[in-house]
């Protein structure tokens, strides 16, 4: 079964850095992108970032390039975002998501994280 | 980058009901769409990956079509449990953009 478990969220002020990780079990996660999706309160979902099998590809949305950086440990099976120059519009629940190998295509998400919270507030 | 315009935002339908969902792409995506279920306070759920094919332990009564710019989510029969909001996302280019949502409401 395939699991995915997000910690690091939290309260930080704007302006502060917060590093989310997510700790995968249940499939070989070195064969598969990740992504991270976030969902601002009472608002739709949000695409943020993705990461290839390799780790040596990532790719992310415009509202968060520069600030906000992916990465893997294969290892560790864990992926990992770290999020500086915080905004209050970066408050959401941020989910940790498996990539599925389509042929001819990217990845597209099969299995989510239950989501971590994060709030920018002074 | 490729938005994804989804509608109706909200509907109201009862039990038993066809309710059909829209998302449009500004641009072709082939079939590089995906649709998600997602109730309150929970996860989203994955019902149909490339445009038309039914995720494994997903009900028949989900389907999805459609190619290129526009495509469709079709529940034939609304049951109680399908009372959620809905979600397409297109991967046929970074970045992967989510349509706005559908919530589905009971009348």
């Known amino acids: 079964e395939v699991q995915l478990l997000e910690s690091g969220g939290g309260l930080v002020q704007p302006g502060g850095s917060l590093r989310l990780s997510c700790a995968a079990s249940?499939?070989?996660?070195?064969?598969?992108?990740m992504d991270w999706v976030r969902q601002a309160p009472g608002k739709g979902l949000e695409w943020v970032s993705g990461i290839s099998d390799t780790g040596d590809t990532t790719h992310y949305a415009d509202s968060v390039k520069g600030r906000f950086t992916i990465s893997r440990d294969n290892s560790k099976n864990t992926v990992h975002l770290q999020m500086n120059s915080l905004r209050a519009e970066d408050t959401a629940v941020y989910y940790c998501?498996?990539?599925?190998?389509?042929?001819?295509?990217?990845?597209?998400?099969?299995?989510w994280g239950q989501g971590t919270l994060v709030t920018v507030s002074s | 980058d490729i938005q994804m315009t989804q509608s109706p935002s909200s509907l109201s339908a009862s039990v038993g009901d066809r309710v059909t969902i829209t998302c449009r792409a500004s641009q072709g995506i082939r079939n590089d769409l995906g649709w998600y279920q997602q109730k309150p306070g929970k996860a989203p759920k994955r019902l149909i990956y490339?445009?038309?094919s039914l995720q494994s332990g997903v009900p028949s009564r989900f389907s999805g079509s459609g190619s290129g710019t526009e495509f469709t989510l079709t529940i034939s029969s609304l049951q109680p449990e399908d009372f959620a909001t809905y979600y397409c996302l297109q991967h046929n280019s970074y970045p992967f953009t989510f349509g706005g949502g559908t919530k589905v409401e009971i009348k």
């Open positions: 490339a445009a038309s």
């Open positions: 249940g499939f070989t996660f070195s064969s598969y992108a």
């Open positions: 998501a498996k990539g599925e190998r389509l042929p001819g295509t990217p990845s597209l998400i099969d299995y």
